[in-house]
Structures are given as structure tokens and as C-alpha cells.
């Protein structure tokens, strides 16, 4: 399997398949971008039989739709619907004669009516079906179905295997940004302007630093006119401020208890501005405040 990292996982993988004792359903967790789903398709292609198929029908991906709200996209909860369609698709013959697999990504978005529909199947299994739940917060699981499931939790990669796979002269940047998870330094390396954006954010964050509270307050105003270039943006602030924490990895004129409380209060206005109607200007006018005393 073509995948960095997650070895002790692979090799589980690879000797189940070897000794035909292939469970029914598993739960692949962890944090986003480390891989998860494409190891889950690399499984289901080997056990399926469809490995040089470009189409394989003996596939199921679910995954959630999306909705798009004040320049915010938003993902809704997987419908119960969508589960009932699952257990009669699992229910026919495979058409390579092998395994039918289901791969339901991002399963923490399942409902708790899709839940309870889902545990019927893997309490009375069809055979040679497989699930694959794919998930960040495994506490939005009940325990019922993980209690059903052979749980593979996926951990953060470590920079030297991201190394491995990174060229170019921005590859100490996309290493950094990459924050240990091949996806996002895949992703860096395929689309430059996703990496420009981050430089661009650790520009503005020093300047705002440094500026007086006036200038951080004609930032923050045409800043506020896109709310998911807001959100973007302060979530790369937190990212940088985690990092200036670190004493070897220093970037901003900032001690650690600074950056600390500078990070809780990004996310905080984070947090209001994604979740409540109020006025984005304002939520960033405040942030302001909290910025210009440590200049």
C-alpha cells in the first residue's frame, strides 16, 4: 500500500487479508488529512479484487453533503436514508465475486437515527460485507456500534516520513504547514496559492504585532467582508502562535504566556463568529483589542 506512514496499521491490514480473518466493520480514527480514507480504499480495493479496476462497484463511498451559508459551507449529518440504501446495496453479490466494502466517511457526522440503523447491520452482518466508518471525534459514536467494531486509531506522521515525500524549494514551508499530515502536504505541494496563503498569514499576523491599534482596525474591517477568508485566516494565526510556543521554533517578538492567551482568543472569536449571527467587524474589533497591547 502506497501510504505514509501508519506502518503497524498496514502490516494489521495486510496479515488479515492474508489469513482470511477480515472483520466486519472497523473504525479508522484520527485527525484529518493523516490518510485514513485512502488507506481504506487501498483495503477495499485488495479485498474486493478490484485492485486495476478504475471502477469498482463493489465499493460504496457515503460521505456527508454540503450546504453553503453567508460564504460559510457547511456539512450536514449523514441521513438515515442513506444507511437503508447502504443495507440493500451490502445485501447483493459482489460483482467480482469477493467482498462488498462500504466506506462511510466522515462517520462522526452520522445522525443518531442513521446510528441505530447502522447497528442493525453490523449486529446481523451480511456476508462477506465490510464497514468502514471513517472518524475525527469518536465520541460522536455511540459505543454500541464501536463496541462492534475493530477500532485502528491513526496518529500524526512524523516530519522526517513527510520529508520523504516532499520536493522543491518550498519544502521546508510545506513540511512546517503540513502539520505531520501527508494529505495537507500533498495538497501544499499540488496547489502553490494554498501555500501562498499561509505565508501570506504569518505576514500578516507579525505586522499586526507590531502595528498600532488603529491599523489592526482597518485590517480586521476588510478582513470581516469574507467570513470564510476570516475563519481561514485566524485558524492559520493559531497554528503559527502553537508553533512560536515552542522554543525552538520562534516567529513572532511573543512569549509563551502571550501566545497562549493570544490563541484562546482567537479561538474564541473563532467559535462566536462560526456559531452565532453576530456582526464579524465587531468580534474582529475586539480581537484587535486583545492584539495591540502586546505590541
Known sequence: MNIIGHQKIINYL?????????????????????????????????ITGGMDKKVNPDVIIISPETEEKKGIVKKKDIKIEKIRELEHELSLTAYFGKYKVAIIDEADRLSR?????????????????????????????IATIKSRCVIKKFNLVKDCEI????????????????????????????????LEKRKKAQDDLEKLIDASLSENFSF?????????????????????????????????????KK????ILNIEKSLKIISQTNSNPKLV???LALEIHPME
Open 113 to 141: 437515527a442513521s446510528q441505530n440503523a447502522l447497528l442493525k447491520t453490523l449486529e446481523e452482518p451480511p456476508q462477506k460485507a465490510v464497514i468502514i466508518l471513517i472518524a475525527e471525534d469518536m465520541d460522536k459514536i
Open 284 to 286: 474582529l474589533e475586539n
Open 220 to 256: 480586521f474591517e476588510n478582513l470581516s467582508k469574507d467570513i470564510s477568508a476570516v475563519t481561514e485566516e485566524l485558524s492559520f494565526w493559531t497554528v503559527l502562535l502553537r508553533k512560536n510556543i515552542m522554543e525552538d521554533c520562534k516567529f513572532f517578538q511573543l512569549d509563551k
Open 14 to 46: 495486510d496479515k488479515s487479508i492474508a489469513k482470511d480473518k477480515i472483520a466486519h466493520a472497523y473504525i479508522f480514527s484520527g485527525p484529518a488529512h493523516l490518510g485514513k480514507f485512502s488507506l481504506a480504499m487501498e483495503f477495499a480495493k485488495k
Open 259 to 262: 501566545s497562549f492567551v493570544l
Open 163 to 194: 520529508a520523504d515525500m516532499v520536493r522543491g524549494e518550498n519544502a521546508e514551508e510545506v513540511i512546517f504547514w503540513s502539520l505531520n499530515r501527508p494529505g495537507l502536504a500533498i495538497n501544499l505541494q499540488k496547489k502553490e496559492e494554498e
